[in-house]
Antibody, heavy 119, light 108 residues
Framework: QVQLVESGGGVVQPGRSLRLSCAASGFTFSNLAMHWVRQAPGKGLEWVSVISGDGNNKYYADSVKGRFTVSRDNSGSTLYLQMNSLRAEDTAVYYC??????????????WGQGTTVTV | EIVLTQSPGTLSLSPGERATLSCRASQSVSNSYLAWYQQKPGQAPRLLIYGASTRATDIPDRFSGSGSGTDFTLTISRLEPEDFAVYYCQQCSNSPFTFGQGTKLEIK
């Protein structure tokens, strides 16, 4: 079945780096854009980044631009988020999500269970 | 950046009642590229509605979405016990793909 599994979260000191991974299965990974969304403790959802299926187009929220880098390995069906210069306000559960198969502009139809980052 | 404002912040209703949740955008959302999600404690969000009014796969027909431009509504026709959760709208037309702050639907 379609599944996304995040890993790589943990406790890190301010200013340090962390790389999150999201392993995809059950669908043709390279066909679909992938998103990262985060949720600070007790707060709402915040969109972080998106990468196109071929990896050539990437967009970021202003809050992470210049510090976070999204990438993907289509041969290994894995999505990544490299997080540098981490700040306390980056503390959150990080979700990877698949763009809706119905279309790029139609939200995210499959989500992982999330991985927790504490700065 | 498109800012989405959801109202009310909290909605207290009883099972069987009708729920109406609002999402207002700071500027027009192109082609009604507006999605709604449901999130329960400790779980990932679940896509309910996309394109403002199309139900996602396996979403019951008591959930419906409407609206265009800057004003959108999620309606739950008859609340079931499992519908009490937090609901978010998201605009999917322009990066950054912003979310509203959420509406908590609680049991009265």
């Amino acid at each position: 079945q379609v599944q996304l599994v995040e890993s790589g979260g943990g406790v890190v000191q301010p200013g340090r780096s962390l790389r999150l991974s999201c392993a995809a299965s059950g669908f043709t990974f390279s066909n679909l854009a992938m998103h990262w969304v985060r949720q600070a403790p007790g707060k709402g959802l915040e969109w972080v980044s998106v990468i196109s299926g071929d990896g050539n187009n990437k967009y970021y929220a202003d809050s992470v631009k210049g510090r976070f880098t999204v990438s993907r390995d289509n041969s290994g069906s894995t999505l990544y988020l490299q997080m540098n210069s981490l700040r306390a306000e980056d503390t959150a559960v990080y979700y990877c999500a698949r763009r809706n198969v119905a279309g790029y502009f139609y939200g995210m139809d499959v989500w992982g269970q999330g991985t927790t980052v504490t700065v | 950046e498109i800012v989405l404002t959801q109202s009310p912040g909290t909605l207290s209703l009883s099972p069987g009642e009708r729920a109406t949740l609002s999402c207002r955008a700071s500027q027009s959302v192109s082609n009604s590229y507006l999605a709604w999600y449901q999130q329960k404690p400790g779980q990932a969000p679940r896509l309910l509605i996309y394109g403002a009014s199309t139900r996602a796969t396996d979403i019951p027909d008591r959930f419906s979405g409407s609206g265009s431009g800057t004003d959108f509504t999620l309606t739950i026709s008859r609340l079931e016990p499992e519908d009490f959760a937090v609901y978010y709208c998201q605009q999917c037309s322009n990066s950054p793909f912003t979310f509203g702050q959420g509406t908590k639907l609680e049991i009265k």
